[in-house]
């Protein structure tokens, strides 16, 4: 049994690194595959399904997968300070592997839509803040000028290093099953990993490490969904803050994506966000934030076109715990208030009398 070291250790020889390369980590990835019968057996025929529990990561999401990288060679070239818009993970994850690494950070988010765990990693690993009045589009664009003016490298997923290091996942998905899936079901937000999974993909096929490559299925909040409208979206709206973005960078690599691997895109609505999000708490023990459910949800939604005999892995971008006033204000399970500190009122409010 070997200790693991990181991604970039373990997958060091597909990454651009060097012996020279600083290597800023948290001991990111490795993140189980988890089997999820419940949803299987929601699809009604024989099918295999498990979740990419990426939520396990050091910071709690993918994010970290593609921050261990773009950290790390910033720092081998020398950059004191990185910067990203955010919708709150990748700031979470820039914040610590700069800090990791003696880097500043600063990151910029939409005030007022970042998931409360999310704002609290990123003040607490000790970033600048900077909380805009505008959404996740409107901060990139001042990210992407900010770093061309300033002293900053821009950590966002048009870091080419970031999709380096998130093009791991699709590796562990084929160690962990012996090849590629038939389905990868995703959510797409910026479109940075839907992008990366691909990506790794095809690496791993041409290395002969699987023998197949999937479709790409993703996944978009239908209130931001502008790869499926076909034009940005100026004001992208979903209780799925994590993809409430009109104007996804990776856009056209995504497509390629889908239309290279026979996938397809879908918008689903936050309604079926939500019952997916419970489906995985409640049936399987499974606590994701919410954009992370639209994966599952995005399966269901077009159950009647997976193939019997299927093996479908669905991408769990972040953990629960990023998001609790969702959890809690979207629980159908009550919490039982105000009880008497006895016996009695307690048996008699399990139940049991
Ligand atoms: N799921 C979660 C939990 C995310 O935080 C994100 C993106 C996505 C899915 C979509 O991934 O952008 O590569 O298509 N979050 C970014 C952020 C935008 O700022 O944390 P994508």
Redesign the pocket.
């Known amino acids: 049994r070997s200790i693991w070291k990181g991604l970039i250790e373990t997958y060091r020889a597909y990454l651009p690194v060097t012996e020279n390369t600083p290597v800023v980590t948290l001991l990111e990835g490795n993140t189980p595959l988890i089997p999820v019968p419940a949803i299987a057996a929601a699809i009604g025929k024989k099918v295999q399904v498990w979740v990419k529990y990426d939520g396990l990561n050091p910071t709690g999401?993918f994010?970290d997968r593609g921050m261990t990288m773009a950290v790390s060679k910033a720092k081998e070239e020398g950059s004191k300070a990185v910067i990203c818009a955010?919708?709150?993970?990748?700031?979470a994850a820039a914040a610590a592997y700069a800090k990791r690494g003696g880097l500043k950070a600063f990151v910029i988010i939409p005030d007022g839509y970042v998931a409360l765990g999310k704002l609290a990693q990123a003040l607490l690993y000790g970033a600048e803040v900077l909380a805009i009045n505008g959404n996740?589009d409107q901060a990139l664009a001042i990210v992407r000028q900010v770093s061309e003016q300033y002293p900053v490298t821009l950590v966002n997923?048009v870091n080419p290093y970031r999709l380096q290091g998130q093009k791991t996942a699709a590796f562990e998905v084929v160690d962990a099953l012996g090849d590629a899936p038939d389905w990868l079901c995703i959510?797409?937000?910026?479109?940075?990993?839907?992008t990366a999974y691909w990506m790794g993909f095809c690496e791993y096929h041409q290395e002969k490490k699987c023998s197949q490559l999937p479709k790409m299925m993703g996944f978009q909040a239908a209130g931001a969904a502008p790869i499926l409208a076909g034009h940005p979206i100026e004001h992208p709206e979903t209780l799925a803050t994590?993809?409430r973005?009109g104007n996804?960078a990776s856009w056209n690599q995504a497509l390629a994506a889908q239309e290279a691997s026979g996938g397809q895109f879908h918008a689903v609505t936050d309604e079926e966000i939500l019952h997916a999000y419970r489906l995985l708490a409640a049936e399987e023990g499974i606590f994701c934030?919410p954009?992370?459910a639209s994966s599952v949800a995005g399966l269901l939604k077009v159950k009647d076109q997976v193939p019997e005999g299927a093996k479908i892995v669905c991408v769990l971008?972040?953990n629960g715990l990023k998001d609790p006033d969702t959890a809690i204000n979207h629980s159908k399970n009550p919490c039982h208030q105000g009880i008497e500190a006895d016996l009695k009122s307690v048996a008699a409010a399990m139940g049991f009398s």
Do not use: L
Not at 187 to 194: D, S, Y
């Open positions: 999401s994010k955010s919708t709150g993970n990748t700031s996740f997923s959510p797409v937000g910026n479109a940075g990993n839907i994590a993809i973005i996804p934030e954009a992370s971008t972040g």
